[in-house]
Nanobody, 123 residues
Framework: QVQLVESGGGLVQAGGSLRLSCAAS????????MGWYRQAPGKQRELVAV???????NYAESVKGRFTISRDNAKNTVYLQMNSLKPEDTAVYYC?????????????????WGQGTQVTVSS
């Protein structure tokens, strides 16, 4: 029905950059809020950044000034540009989206998650 597929994770040295992408596909009528979360070993999943369909953004304090979230509404894709990476940014990063989809009896709004992509920052 609806899938979120992430890409762009990997291993990078401290101070380096990575760009994550997440594409939504399936029976999509509209994609509302999109965002990125992360979960480090032994820690709870936390919000990194979110962006509304209109382009308003919100960031965790720990990534402000270093990470930039953006989206391409025509492609139902959200991006996370991560600069000046630190070892404490190491985590599995998850894409999240609030999506209105087509259903057999009308439209349905659900919350979807990607499979996660590993980001490792070495010191």
């Amino acid at each position: 029905q609806v899938q979120l597929v992430e890409s762009g994770g990997g291993l990078v040295q401290a101070g380096g950059s990575l760009r994550l992408s997440c594409a939504a596909s399936g029976s999509i009528f509209r994609v509302n809020r999109m965002g990125w979360y992360r979960q480090a070993p032994g820690k709870q999943r936390e919000l990194v950044a979110v962006i509304t369909s209109g382009g308003s953004t919100n960031y965790a304090e720990s990534v402000k000034g270093r990470f930039t979230i953006s989206r391409d509404n025509a492609k139902n894709t959200v991006y996370l540009q991560m600069n000046s990476l630190k070892p404490e940014d190491t985590a599995v990063y998850y894409c999240n989206a609030d999506i209105v989809r087509y259903g057999a009896s009308g439209y349905y709004t659900d919350d979807y998650w990607g499979q996660g992509t590993q980001v490792t920052v070495s010191s």
